[in-house]
């Protein structure tokens, strides 16, 4: 018999359940923290947020414009308007030589529901997924939610940050894996895989049955090597890709993946259940988008700009030391001769310097509190007074 008293069933009516209690995404808190300081008339430098300050493409812009003037903007397909998935898979044709069957081609709500489908659609509750640290947070945090397990797997210098296939399965050997998800470029760090070490990692996961992820929302943006495509390397793996970052429309959440056959007709019937479709104004946007690379591809020499300002102005400012800066928007600093908490370390950055940036524990548990990630996505002008922002305050002593 209930001997909870009415005040205590009430209570129990609003609480949260457990699979909701994940950490927050610490960099949202910098930002609002950021905003604090401009409301109040503060001048901050924004290097928080993986966020393109350009706009959408032009073209995409026009296209939703001549949509929105036509009045209706209906469901589409749960898989996607099939002009745009064509297009994605042109897509593939002219910039990896790789041939996709549009077919298996999924336009999601951004990267993240495609995270969503993709983990509903390959793992069962219980169900062991690696990761690497640092990595983006909300990998490990939608697994949790969802009721798998993430595996941290620790990336070393030695190899240049990137997973191998022998510590790939030296976990599964600890206890077996499902799945394994991996970013090039990747997320803090801007590291990126060779081709020669993508294909050894994927052979290695499905020679030992698991399931392999690519998350390869940064891809255009590389600069020290070229990115490869998992889609081009294996038809068994699943590819995670976005309009969000090379194309700059990050606020339209418009995404896609290429999915291994078998799983089209599973992933459709989610999306059916958990979104009917996604925004159909962004899908128009996004198909046009491909015919803005010439618009885009001027943004991205404003990012190498910006890498290059920051890789030859921090280590002059006291930053001496970050991980190797190939692709993305962002340099992965270590702090650590400053301080032991990057937190704090941001915290004091954000009040003191005006400079917003996000702390290295938002994307690995074991030593994040020694790094900082700093993105460059915003003006080459911006990025030169964060470098002398920066060095003044460091100067001052007050960072330690």
């Known amino acids: 018999m209930d001997k909870a008293t009415p005040r205590e069933r009430a209570a129990n009516l609003l609480s949260a359940s457990a699979r909701s209690d994940v950490p927050p995404f610490m960099v949202m808190d910098v930002m609002s923290a950021a905003e604090r300081i401009e409301a109040a008339g503060g001048h901050v430098i924004h290097m928080e947020v993986g966020q393109p300050s350009a ?54 709500t951004g990267s993240s529901g495609a995270f969503i489908l993709a983990f509903l659609a390959m793992f069962e509750p219980g169900d062991r997924v690696a990761v690497t640290v640092p990595g983006y947070p909300p990998y490990r945090h939608i697994l949790t939610a969802l009721g798998c397990e993430p595996v941290l797997i620790e990336t070393a210098s030695e190899t240049r940050h990137a997973l191998t296939g022998e510590a790939l399965l030296a976990a599964h050997r600890e206890a077996p894996l499902k799945g394994v998800l991996v970013g090039s470029p990747a997320n803090p760090t801007g590291t990126m895989m060779s081709r020669e070490a993508l294909t050894a990692l994927i052979a290695a996961a499905e020679g030992a049955g698991i399931r392999f992820i690519s998350d390869e929302i940064y891809h255009g943006l590389d600069y020290a090597l070229p990115a490869v495509t998992a889609a081009e390397l294996s038809p068994r793996t699943l590819v995670i890709n976005s309009f969000s970052k090379y194309f700059c429309m990050t606020g339209w959440r418009v995404g896609w993946m290429v999915v291994p056959e078998p799983l089209v007709r599973p992933i459709e019937r989610l999306q059916q259940n958990l979104a009917i479709s996604v925004p159909t104004l962004s899908q128009i946007a996004a198909e ?43 340099l992965y600093a270590d702090v650590s001769r400053f301080t032991s908490d990057s937190f704090d370390f941001a915290k004091r950055m954000l009040e003191q310097a005006r400079v917003a940036a996000t702390p290295g524990v938002d994307f690995d548990p074991f030593h994040g509190r020694n790094f900082i990630r700093f993105s460059y996505a915003r003006s080459a002008e911006e990025m030169r007074e964060a470098v002398t922002r920066i060095g003044g305050w460091l100067l001052t002593g007050e960072a330690s």
């Open 55 to 108: 706009p959408a493409p032009r073209t995409a812009i026009a296209a939703a414009r001549r949509a929105l003037e036509l009045g209706r903007i209906d469901y589409t397909s749960a898989l996607g308007i099939p002009s745009l998935r064509e297009r994605i898979a042109r897509h593939y044709r002219d910039v990896y030589r790789c041939e996709v069957d549009p077919g298996r081609i999924v336009v999601t």
């Open 288 to 330: 046009a988008a491909f015919d803005g690379t010439e618009e885009m591809e001027a943004i991205k020499r404003g990012y190498v700009e910006n890498r290059r300002i920051l890789i030859e102005g921090l280590p002059k400012a006291g930053l001496t030391d970050f991980l190797p800066a190939d692709g993305a928007f962002y």
